[in-house]
């Protein structure tokens, strides 16, 4: 199918959806996958030689201080991790994650924090009582962390492709980062640039890597609208929800949830690799007028 089909089928599909359903992933999904693509995926083999004009990315996600236990690192040129780098978001933990990062020979680190990562979370003090870590960890946590680009609600370009992060999902328990369902998640996703090429969120979209032991469905809808109807990146990274690990496509865009940890929270899952092209340099006004003396 081409991008405008693809295009006009995605726009059809979310101007019928009922806004009632947008607090019920489950539901949502049931609705959604009459008319949208869910398909499984697969990345790129980590031992392949890399093409040129792409940028490797390897993407992990929820090492839940674990990170050091993975037993391969893929080569590539950018790291990713979706979030939950540690299980409370203690300095200490930061630090160890830090220096993960530190032995990594990634020419770039890009980061975002998780639910887990509390002193990331401007709500810290409210958090810091709700799981009795100190209050004074706020500033140090964040501190301690280096050797990477952490992102929050802002963008990184390499090479011209265009990298956005944000630690946000939908209300789940009473971890950081929580934000209710329906407007509030909608005005989140909206900051979104049009012009993302590689998307990295905490928690997945619904029906993507967001199916649950319990057979319910964590995605959030608005998020899933947003990407589909507007952002359209090349790749979206996420983790949050273990059991989800694998790779989706909508024929757009290419989902992957890089959950490291199981449901068990064993750090068995492989990091997951994929290409993603360096768009061509457009010719400056100069340039095109250069050739243009040239050929007359």
Not at 33 to 46: I, K, M, T, Y
Not at 120 to 131: C, I, M, V
């Amino acid at each position: 199918m081409s991008q405008k089909l693809l295009a006009e089928r995605f726009a059809s599909a979310w101007e019928r959806f009922p806004r009632g359903l947008r607090g019920d992933p489950t539901r949502a999904y049931e609705r959604l996958q009459v008319s949208l693509p869910f398909e499984q995926a697969a990345g790129v083999d980590p031992d392949s030689e890399k093409p040129e004009n792409v940028l490797r990315c390897v993407c992990i996600s929820d090492t839940h201080c674990r990170a050091a236990e993975i037993e391969a690192m893929p080569k590539g040129d950018v790291l990713i991790h979706a979030g939950d780098f540690t299980s409370l978001g203690r300095t200490k933990q930061v630090d160890v994650f830090s220096e993960f990062l530190k032995g990594l020979d990634f020419q770039h680190k890009i980061v975002i924090a998780g639910n887990h990562d509390l002193c990331f979370d401007d709500d810290y003090e409210a958090l810091s009582k709700r799981f009795g870590v100190p209050t004074a960890e706020l500033e140090a946590g964040r501190e301690a962390l280096n050797h990477c680009t952490y992102l929050l609600d802002s963008s990184v370009e390499i090479q011209g492709v265009k990298f956005y992060g944000s630690p946000w999902q939908p209300w789940f328990f009473d971890w950081a980062f929580n934000l209710e369902r329906g407007d509030p998640c909608t005005a989140k996703w909206q900051e979104i640039p049009d012009d993302t090429d590689v998307l990295i969120t905490h928690g997945p979209p619904v029906g993507h890597g967001d199916l649950c032991t319990s057979g319910q469905r964590a995605g959030c809808v608005d998020l899933l609208r947003e990407i589909q109807t507007r952002v359209k990146p090349k790749l979206h990274v996420f983790g949050h929800i273990h059991e989800g690990y694998g790779t989706t496509t909508d024929g757009q865009t290419v989902f992957v949830n890089a959950s490291t940890c199981t449901f068990n929270y064993r750090p068995t899952n492989p990091p997951l690799v994929f290409d993603v092209p360096i768009p061509a340099p457009v010719p400056s006004t100069s340039d095109s007028s250069s050739e243009k003396k040239a050929e007359e």
